[in-house]
């Protein structure tokens, strides 16, 4: 079985500012992890991914994520905040079975001007 | 990039009548879908996975008798609400995924998503 955690289920920065999401998981496999990113009243877009290879992973709109196995984490990075990054975020790993994606429970991303 | 249109974005219906939502892979053939349910600033929950062909899977407490999924096609399924209540306001959302090759890495893509309220 594998699980997801995020903490912190709001996190506010000021635009400009470093953005830090942090996702821990549990896995009985090697893991493959995803951040996704979820707009009001939509869908969740795949901002980017991490199966094998390079540990740092980056994604799209300026996102990138770091693969550490040694603290089970997959916290998501961007340098600089921007007003449309404010959204939820959702961390997830896909593990035994590799069938269906467990997700976290979220972390709303407020940017303040 | 790859494209889940589901349909539709919004319903609102009475207690009794029961919905369909259709979710459909627009450019890439959908061998496995899921489908999941969101209660307000919740994560998603799994309710069911559908494979082309096959019996969808259902997670654990969830009701296929209540809600029936379909995958007749590499590139839809459906999402029937039978006689809705109030308690199955929510919102859905479906994802696709392709045929998975060596390593299994193959992206979910989500729709969109469906916001359901009953009266």
């Known amino acids: 079985a594998q699980s997801v955690t995020q903490l912190g289920s709001h996190v506010s920065v000021s635009e400009g500012a470093l953005v830090l999401l942090r996702c821990n998981y549990s896995?009985?496999?090697?893991?493959?992890l995803f951040w996704y990113v979820q707009y009001p009243n939509q869908g969740l877009q795949l901002l980017l991914k991490?199966?094998?290879?390079?540990?740092l992973v980056k994604g799209i709109n300026g996102f990138e994520a770091e693969f550490k196995k040694s603290e089970t984490s997959f916290h998501l990075t961007k340098p600089s905040a921007h007003m449309s990054d404010a959204a939820e975020y959702f961390c997830?790993?896909?593990?035994?079975?590799?069938?269906?994606?467990?997700f976290g429970s979220g972390t709303r991303l407020q940017v303040q001007p | 990039g790859a494209v889940v249109s589901q349909h539709p974005s919004r319903v609102i219906c009475k207690s009794g009548t029961s919905v369909k939502i259709e979710c459909r892979s627009l450019?890439?053939?959908?061998?496995?879908m899921f489908w999941y349910r969101q209660f307000p600033k919740q994560s998603l929950m799994l309710m069911a996975t559908?494979?082309?062909?096959?019996?969808?899977?259902?997670e654990q407490g969830v009701e296929k008798d209540k809600f029936l999924i379909n995958h007749a096609s590499l590139t839809l399924s459906t999402l029937t609400v039978t006689s809705a209540h109030p308690e199955d306001s929510s919102f859905y959302i479906c994802?696709?995924?392709?045929?998975?090759?060596?390593?299994?890495?193959?992206?979910?893509?989500f729709g969109d998503g469906t916001r359901l309220s009953i009266l």
């Open positions: 994802s696709a995924r392709g045929e998975e090759g060596p390593g299994g890495n193959q992206p979910q893509h």
């Open positions: 896995s009985s496999v090697p893991p493959y």
């Open positions: 991490y199966t094998t290879g390079a540990t």
């Open positions: 997830a790993v896909l593990g035994t079975g590799r069938r269906a994606l467990t």
């Open positions: 450019d890439f053939q959908a061998t496995t």
């Open positions: 559908s494979n082309e062909g096959s019996k969808a899977t259902y």
